[in-house]
């Protein structure tokens, strides 16, 4: 059997550092393709992202934004892109090295018994390194939460690396979603509920970032607080639209 060829998107917003290390270590997979979409950012990520593509060519696609950036925003654009090409697997991953390429082949080999894998900080064997307590403590409580309001069944409903097969992620219902930020990823997962999809979930190691910051802020936390009732309360536009059943 031939192995299955996996795209993954990478949302981008000043990594110039970062961006780098993640491009030598997913090129060191086979049949692994990268798909960088970058939101104009001021520190260059994106010219970068284009000299990476000439020396990788043929394995790294880069799509520059240039209206309403937003990480949900950049992750449709995504989607649709990588749709358009021959893979089938597409994966999300997080371009502050707190995601490890080296974890992807265990997402990837997982995705023939689930139709999304995410990669787990939170089921046994998965971890954090170098977060602070409160930082922790944040991330656990938004799990019990989302998990409580919405009924998913998954650990870590906030992770950035998962792996989707492809039909999966085509099928979502991506112009309908409410998210502009972090909750997108919430967002994903409860469509995916609500079709039926298989979830796994296989442990990694989470490693917090060491350059350039963190894009979550205040106005972050107020619509991830918000999102999982929005979610529960239009739930409606995310179930499989039935057959119709024919009359005769
Ligand atoms: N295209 C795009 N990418 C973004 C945007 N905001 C964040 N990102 C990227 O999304 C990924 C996750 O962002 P982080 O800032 O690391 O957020 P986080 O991992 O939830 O938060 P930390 O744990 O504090 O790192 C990184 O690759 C960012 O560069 C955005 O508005 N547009
Ligand atoms: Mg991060």
């Known amino acids: 059997m031939t192995p299955p060829r996996a795209l993954v ?35 260059g990520t994106g010219a970068l992202a284009d000299d990476l593509a000439r020396t990788h060519a043929g394995r790294i696609d880069v799509l520059h934004r240039t ?34 390429p080296r974890q992807l082949p265990a997402l990837i080999a997982a995705s023939d018994r689930a139709e999304v894998v995410i990669g787990s900080r939170y089921v046994p064997g998965g971890q954090v390194v170098n977060w602070p307590a409160r930082r922790r403590l944040l ?17 870590d409903c906030t992770s950035g690396y998962r ?37 796994a979930e296989v442990p990694i190691t989470f490693v917090e970032r060491r350059q350039g910051v963190s894009k979550l802020t205040g106005g972050v936390l107020l619509e991830s607080a918000a999102t999982p009732w929005r979610l529960v309360a239009t739930r409606s536009q995310f179930v499989k639209p039935r057959r119709s059943i024919s009359k005769d």
Do not use: K
């Not at 992750?75 to 697997?89: C, H, K, S, T």
């Not at 502009?180 to 039926?196: D, N, P, T």
């Open 163 to 199: 792996c989707w097969r492809r039909d999966a992620i085509a099928a979502l219902p991506l112009d309908r979603f409410g998210s502009g930020g972090y909750s997108f990823l919430v967002e994903m997962l409860y469509a995916a509920s609500m079709r039926g999809y298989r979830m």
């Open 9 to 43: 998107i990478v949302p981008t917003f000043n990594e110039r550092e970062n961006l780098p290390v993640l491009v030598s270590g997913l090129m060191a997979l086979p049949n692994v393709d990268l798909l960088v979409v970058d939101d104009r950012s001021p520190d």
């Open 139 to 155: 991330s656990r409580f938004a799990n019990a939460y989302i998990r409580a309001v919405t009924r998913l069944a998954a650990r």
């Open 67 to 100: 209206e309403h950036p937003g990480l949900g925003r950049s992750y449709i654009d995504g989607i649709r892109r990588a749709l358009g090409r021959p893979v089938d697997l597409i994966c999300q991953m997080d371009c502050d090295l707190s995601h490890d």
